[in-house]
């Protein structure tokens, strides 16, 4: 009850910020601006549009998260309106946990609207529509609830630009961890350590990149799909209990 | 639930110290502070800028931990969350989320108290009487000014109708109506049984509706019990009498009695320490046949109180170092 009254006032406040919609406008126009490159053959058009739209979801998606998510927490510690929530009867965990609530419903129907634009681009432009466009969908929507809790995590305890800062590195070297397995096999000692740890330690978001099957319309089994979606949750979980415990011991002053 | 005799707020030994710059230097903004707050008293937390009041209040509410010491609030630690169910808290300078209206805003602090549905919305319609806000229901905080801020932020203080309520600088950034009108709530409050205590350097406040207070500095109590017991401690009555028509020889004869006197063309003042000197300057006043034109005490308030410790504790500083 007192969670989810938490994650409706940061679903409120969410809709009452103006860089969401922003952002929103520039997905959709990201999204409608595979149409200037209708002189391709027709295949290669069909596969662009998929492509720049699954993207764009993502990208801006990921934008989000990171924007909005990183002043979940560290806004309300610098403006102080933690004050009031903390001297609740409600835990610190829960107050965590309503706002990151909150803020994945945010991105949740964010999603759903950019998803609906492609859906009426490629209708626009009669291009066949696959389960797997789907499932990539819901795959980018785990990807969310990750980057929404790093930013999340980092915020407990670091400013609002440390926070955008650090969730954007992660975000960065989490697609590229399979190279970081590949680049470590390479090296000897403490690099090949280091590398091989962090492989292990950060998220592998490759794994919810499903774009490269969109496009070659192949379809995703869902077995890999179950897998996928149980390591993000795994993931999203621990990196929430991490921010709690931080969380918990912190001074607000 | 706290038995009546049972203290509502027990501080003992209570203590923090941050650690501040790069090289984490220690402050020590309150240092092993001990006082109880009784049931359906009104309690004036006072002390100069800096003494740490507001460090120990956010010890209170669960804000920051105590470096050593114990606090609890109607009985239960303040680290347990549920402590906090009858308590009503005013942060220091009321900053809340500006894009509610402020029935939005007491609606979600209703839920965080786990009230509901038309029971909320008529407690919220009284609490926005109390604070003479209803007119200001559907209005954005961001639009509101500091002294309409503080009103609502009183109002979402009491949304739990609390047992307990800890203000901190309630009267801050009122004008002398809103400041009269937070000291008759705070009269009100405790007929209705609560229990109020409040952090302030508005010692006149303080004077006219604290049971007892506690007056801290540099994170030290220095002086705590009911206020007519703190002010005359250690003061003698001054008594301020000024005569006309005084001949010069009695103005010499009243000269040794008083502790200052100044001349005013036919007027004479005259501070007088105490009543034997009150007395004695009288029969010379009717010896001379001079005019009384008044005969004042000089009431200690607790603003001398505050700066005689004040001076007390500066002094004991310079001694140390
Ligand atoms: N977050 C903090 N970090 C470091 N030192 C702090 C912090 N907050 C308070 N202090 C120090 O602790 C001491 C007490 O501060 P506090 O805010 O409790 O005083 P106060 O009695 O509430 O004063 P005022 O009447 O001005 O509100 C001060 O010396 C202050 O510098
Ligand atoms: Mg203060």
Request: with cysteine; hydrophobic share 50%.
């Amino acid at each position: 009850m007192k969670v989810l009254s938490i994650a409706v006032n940061t679903f409120r406040e969410n809709l009452r910020d103006k860089l969401l919609y922003n952002l929103l406008i520039f997905a959709l126009l990201m999204i409608g601006s595979s149409l200037i490159f209708m002189r391709l053959t027709l295949g290669e058009f069909h596969r662009l549009i998929l492509d720049i739209g699954l993207g764009s979801i993502n990208f801006f998606g990921v934008l989000i998260a990171i924007f909005v998510g990183i002043g979940l927490v560290s806004k309300e510690i610098e403006k102080k309106t933690i004050y009031t929530i903390v001297s609740k009867p409600v835990a610190r965990f829960q107050f965590l946990l309503g706002k990151y609530m909150g803020l994945s419903l945010t991105l949740l129907i964010n999603t759903a609207i950019m998803a609906a634009g492609l859906l009426a681009v490629l209708h626009c432009q009669d291009v066949p529509v696959h389960a797997v466009l789907f499932k990539a969908l819901g795959t980018i929507v785990l990807e969310f609830m990750i980057i929404t809790a790093v930013a999340l995590l980092f915020s407990t305890f670091s400013s609002a630009t440390l926070s955008a800062i650090f969730t954007l590195a992660i975000y960065v070297i989490g697609h590229l961890t399979p190279d970081l397995k590949a680049f470590g096999q390479k090296m000897e000692g403490l690099g090949r350590t280091v590398l091989e740890g962090m492989y292990y330690i950060l998220p592998n978001l490759e794994r919810f990149n499903l774009k490269g099957h969109v496009t070659h319309q192949l379809d995703v089994p869902v077995g890999d799909l179950l897998m996928i979606a149980a390591y993000g949750m795994a993931y999203t979980a621990f990196l929430l209990m991490l921010a709690s415990v931080i969380f918990q011991r912190r001074d607000f002053r | 639930m706290a038995s009546a005799d049972e203290p509502v707020v027990n501080i003992q030994q209570l203590q923090k110290v941050f650690r501040v710059g790069f090289w984490g230097r220690r402050v020590t903004a309150v240092d092993g502070l001990s006082l109880d707050v009784q049931r359906g008293e009104v309690f004036g937390f006072l002390g100069p800028n800096g003494a740490g009041k507001t460090t120990t209040i956010k010890m209170l509410m669960g804000l920051i931990y105590p470096s050593g010491g114990t606090a609890t609030l109607l009985g239960r630690p303040v680290a347990d969350p549920s402590a906090k169910a009858k308590v009503g808290f005013l942060p220091e300078s009321p900053y809340f989320y500006d894009y509610l209206t402020s029935q939005e805003f007491l609606r979600f602090y209703g839920h965080l108290f786990g009230l509901l549905g038309s029971a909320l919305d008529k407690r919220i319609d009284e609490l926005l009487d109390l604070v003479g806000m209803t007119h200001a229901r559907d209005l954005q905080l961001r639009k509101f000014s500091k002294g309409m801020l503080q009103r609502v932020g009183i109002a979402q203080a009491l949304i739990n109708n609390p047992d307990l309520v800890i203000l901190d600088e309630p009267m801050s950034g009122l004008d002398p109506i809103g400041r009269k009108e937070v000291r008759d709530l705070i009269l009100r409050l405790k007929e209705t049984g609560k229990t109020v205590m409040f952090s302030s350097h508005i010692l006149h406040d303080a004077e006219l509706l604290c049971d007892r207070v506690a007056m801290i500095m540099k994170g030290r109590l220095v002086a705590c019990g009911q206020v007519s017991e703190l002010i005359n401690h250690g003061t003698t009555q001054e008594v301020e009498m000024v005569v006309d028509r005084l001949s010069p020889k009695g103005i010499e004869e009243v000269r040794p009695l008083a502790t200052k006197m100044v001349l005013h063309g036919e007027r004479v003042m005259a501070v007088l320490a105490s009543q034997r000197q009150v007395d004695e300057a009288l029969d010379v006043l009717r010896a001379h046949k001079a005019k009384l034109v008044s005969l004042i005490p000089h009431k200690a308030s607790l603003e001398d109180l505050f700066i005689r410790e004040a001076k007390g504790v500066q002094q004991a500083t310079e001694v140390h170092a």
